[in-house]
């Protein structure tokens, strides 16, 4: 079974930064695709960015410039480097990867997600 951990949400003034993890656990052979999402009150979940098994990262305009996405495969590990936050990325942020199990199952795995508030 694989299980997903996320952290490195709270509460941060405008322009201020947040660094997210989600690691993975589990009967892991390899981790290819991973991606953050987010969903606000009362708004369906949204895109926030990939980063592909080589490392390409893709991002939702909106956080363009601001947000940078990284892994370590090492330690089953991806980061969000959240920068410049505005009110409008508040929002529970969820991690979601593609794992090729040790049975050779490949699935989609959810984290349990981490609030992200920007206020002042």
């Known amino acids: 079974q694989v299980h997903l951990v996320e952290s490195g949400g709270g509460l941060v003034q405008p322009g201020g930064s947040l660094r997210l993890s989600c690691t993975s656990s589990?009967?892991?052979?390899?981790?290819?695709?991973v991606a953050w999402y987010r969903q606000a009150p009362g708004k369906q979940r949204e895109w926030v960015s990939t980063?592909?098994?080589?490392?390409?990262?893709y991002f939702v305009d909106s956080v363009k410039g601001r947000f940078t996405i990284s892994r370590d495969n090492t330690k089953n590990t991806v980061y969000l480097q959240m920068n410049s936050l505005k009110p409008e990325d508040t929002a529970v942020y969820f991690c979601?990867?593609?794992?090729?199990?040790?049975?050779?199952?490949?699935?989609?795995?959810w984290g349990q997600g981490t609030q992200v508030t920007v206020s002042s």
């Open positions: 979601n990867a593609l794992v090729d199990t040790t049975d050779r199952r490949m699935g989609s795995y």
């Open positions: 589990g009967s892991i052979r390899s981790i290819g695709t």
């Open positions: 980063i592909s098994t080589g490392g390409t990262s």
